[in-house]
């Protein structure tokens, strides 16, 4: 059995969800798992944050023109009268649901039951056309057995219980259709696995199942060797490890969500990529194996902000890291970048919620300078030192470019630098052209 997953512009029209089902009916039995149509989950966020702002008017003409799409697109899915009544009523029934909420208490939780119906909605479309041309499929709720924990990551035994006892109730089926990204949370509410997570549902579904491989087909042809956004004439990787697909997919590679490697790395499942418009593409295949003296690309992270703490006199007492590193954790604030001198410490995070009350606490160690905007240029490959002229060669290539911060070491498949953001397409494209 294997999971294959399906993004939002695979899904994105009555056309490409029949090229989606002609995919997935291949004679084996696959498991299904689909994003909203493209654009449905912005529009919905769109309709929540008009809700926020007490605007319904403003909400209800989200609503009607989103209504009006699918209604556009049920018509040119089904071809008999039967299914284009009940597609209709499928359509009616969830934006009637959406428009059920009133500004009056909107709060985070209504916004993620609103959320949640791209998903809800896609996938009852695509079981419907799945039944109207005879195929042995089944649609499963994930609200059913994904959940995430108080931590807000994966309950990883309670999914691999319901998920296992959900199939098992169900077998005999082809082709099982399942929700990306919604879940519940630890108290039972309606949630999500954060934007671009149906990818992750994609990988916990396969390891909860131990399923022989998981396919995340999308609208390019495998992971790129930069950035296809910033870089003219990027290629297609044929294999990546598990570690080097983890690293690029954190450091910005928007085909894979941050965190959808580990689950089917601990699993031990291969993870191919796939392009929907091109099935014949070999794509990039993500497994254990590592090629060895290479470098296999560069990514991006954006929105970075650089603190530096000054302090000559703390700086090489012992525990001192340790409590710099304790402010981070108390305001929950993961760090991704560390750099150290003898007279001040460099950290980078992406998650600003809390950072003056970082700097307040962190002055008590000495002084505190904040670069914002700043982007983390990530070069993923073999670089063990071993392998001598890459970090020159990485670093030839910025010449000219102000890099705030260098980081390499913590493995043996990554060199970090912070720039400026005003310099992040010079960084790729220049790194593009001197290491490929
Ligand atoms: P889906 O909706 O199928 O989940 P996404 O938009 O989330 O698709 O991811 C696919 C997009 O990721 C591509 O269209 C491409 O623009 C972007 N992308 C960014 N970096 C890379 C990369 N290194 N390789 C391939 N695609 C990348
Ligand atoms: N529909 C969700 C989003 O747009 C999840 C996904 O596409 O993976 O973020
Ligand atoms: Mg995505």
């Known amino acids: 059995m294997k999971v294959l997953k399906f993004g939002g512009t695979s899904v994105g029209s009555a056309s490409r969800i029949k090229e989606v089902a ?29 809700l926020y702002k007490n605007d319904r008017d403003g909400a209800n003409s989200v609503i009607n023109a989103l209504e009006q799409k699918y209604f556009k697109e049920i018509d040119a899915l ?61 649609l ?36 099982y259709v399942v929700q990306g990204y919604i879940c519940r949370n630890a108290f039972g509410e309606i949630d999500n696995l954060q934007r671009g997570g ?33 870089v003219e004439n990027t290629r297609s990787i044929a294999k990546l490890s598990f570690d080097e697909a983890a690293e690029l997919a954190y450091f910005g590679a928007k085909i894979l969500h941050p965190t959808s490697v580990l689950p089917a790395k601990l699993a ?3 993870v191919r990529l796939l392009n929907t ?77 809390h950072l003056s009350d970082i700097v307040e606490d962190l002055k008590k160690f000495g002084t505190v300078e904040i670069d914002a905007n700043q982007v983390i240029i990530c070069v993923v490959g073999d670089l063990v030192a071993e392998n001598v002229g890459y970090a020159s060669k990485i670093l030839n290539s910025l010449k000219g470019i102000p890099v705030r911060m260098i980081s390499y070491g913590g493995s043996n498949h990554n060199v970090s630098l912070l720039v400026n953001e005003k310099y992040k397409k010079e960084a790729l494209n220049s790194l593009s052209k001197h290491l490929f």
């Not at 689909?34 to 529009?43: C, F, I, K, P």
């Not at 791209?118 to 079981?127: K, N, P």
């Open 22 to 50: 002609h995919l997935v009916c291949n004679g084996e039995k696959n498991i299904v798992v689909l994003s909203a149509m493209s654009g449905t989950t912005n529009n919905l966020v769109e309709i929540a944050n008009h």
């Open 78 to 138: 089904y071809s008999t009268n039967e299914y284009k009544e009940k597609g209709k009523e499928l359509i009616e029934y969830h934006f009637n649901h959406i428009r059920s909420y009133t500004v009056d208490m909107f709060t985070a939780f209504e916004e993620k039951a609103i959320l949640a119906q791209g998903e809800l909605i896609s996938t009852a479309m695509f079981q419907y056309h799945l039944a109207e041309t005879g195929k042995n499929s089944v």
């Open 140 to 175: 499963l709720n994930a609200l059913d057995f994904m959940r995430i924990d108080k931590q807000n990551e994966p309950d990883m035994p309670y999914i691999k219980e319901n998920c296992g006892s959900v199939f098992k109730q169900n077998s005999g089926y082809d082709i």
């Open 198 to 230: 149906s990818d992750y549902t994609a990988s916990l579904i396969g390891a909860a199942l131990g399923v022989d491989e998981i396919q995340i087909w999308t609208d390019i042809d495998g992971m790129h060797n930069n950035d296809p956004r910033f």
């Open 268 to 270: 031990n499942i291969p």
């Open 277 to 353: 418009m091109k099935p014949d593409a070999v794509g990039t295949l993500i497994s254990h194996f590592q090629e060895k003296h290479r470098i296999e690309a560069v990514a991006a992270k954006d929105n970075i902000t650089a603190i530096k703490i000054k302090s000559g006199r703390m700086l090489l007492a012992h525990g001192f890291l340790r409590k710099v590193f304790e402010i981070f954790e108390s305001y929950k604030t993961p760090i991704d970048m560390v750099t150290t001198s003898e007279v001040g410490v460099s950290v980078t995070i992406d998650d600003n919620r």
